[in-house]
């Protein structure tokens, strides 16, 4: 990662992908943003190609992940862009289709092994969450939020941040972010799409600029 103005940055574009096909069967592959062994948290951009299918599955840890571009049907409910399938540790989930492909954020907290089941669990935990049926509100000037997730027992929330033309981000109180769409300034590097800052502890944070306003993911823990 690359270190500026108190943040590691990486680029989507240069992050390291794992073909999960080699790993565990599934058509998709895998991109590490940022693995936060002191959290127990990974944070990865999931690529599935056209028509895939992601089996019915359970894992001992859980997931926040976010549609960022394409669609998957799941439970008879297509989710798009900026909406969020809340995988909970040790509760079956999917299957989950990708008609057209569809590339994913996903924020994981404790181990993502998992192994495929055939029935669906009583538990009531795992949702799906259609961003569009939750309002923004205003939040520090120049800019909206809408919380996505906010999850005692995922020990996880997960918002979405609007922010305005010339908004300046100062002293940010999430734990990692990534633009979805539009820039941001962090000193001298630009960043755009897909993105991702990490914002360590005990370090000054510069202010994070929006010259041409943003939509950015963030990830706090609870």
């Known amino acids: 990662m690359l270190l500026a103005g108190g943040y590691e940055i990486a680029r989507a574009a240069d992050i390291p992908w794992e073909d999960r096909m080699n790993v565990d069967g599934w058509p998709s592959r895998a991109g590490m943003y940022c693995n936060d062994v002191d959290n127990n948290l990974c944070m990865r951009l999931i690529d599935y190609p056209v028509g895939s299918t992601e089996p019915r599955h359970v894992h001992g840890g859980t997931h926040a992940t976010t549609v960022l571009r394409g669609r998957t049907v799941v439970d008879g409910l297509t ?5 969020v399938i809340l995988g909970p540790s040790n ?5 989950l289709h990708y008609p057209e492909g569809c590339q994913l954020f996903s924020a994981f907290t ?3 092994f998992h192994s495929e089941v055939e029935q669906l669990s009583p538990e009531k935990h795992y949702r799906l969450i259609q961003s569009a049926q939750i309002p923004w509100e205003d939040g520090a000037p120049g800019f909206q939020t809408k919380t996505l997730v906010n999850s005692d027992f995922a020990s996880l929330r997960l918002q979405a941040l609007r922010a305005g033309t010339d908004a300046v981000l100062e002293k940010p109180a999430m734990l990692a972010g990534l633009v979805v769409e539009g820039e941001a300034l962090i000193e001298d590097e630009r960043l755009g799409a897909w993105d991702f800052f990490y914002v360590p502890i005990g370090l000054v944070h510069s202010g994070i600029r929006f010259p041409r306003g943003a939509t950015l993911l963030t990830v706090t823990l609870l």
Do not use: A, F, T
């Not at 509760?91 to 299957?95: R, Y």
């Open 79 to 83: 989710l798009g862009p900026l909406d």
């Open 91 to 95: 509760e079956p989930h999917g299957p």
């Open 110 to 112: 404790g181990s993502y």
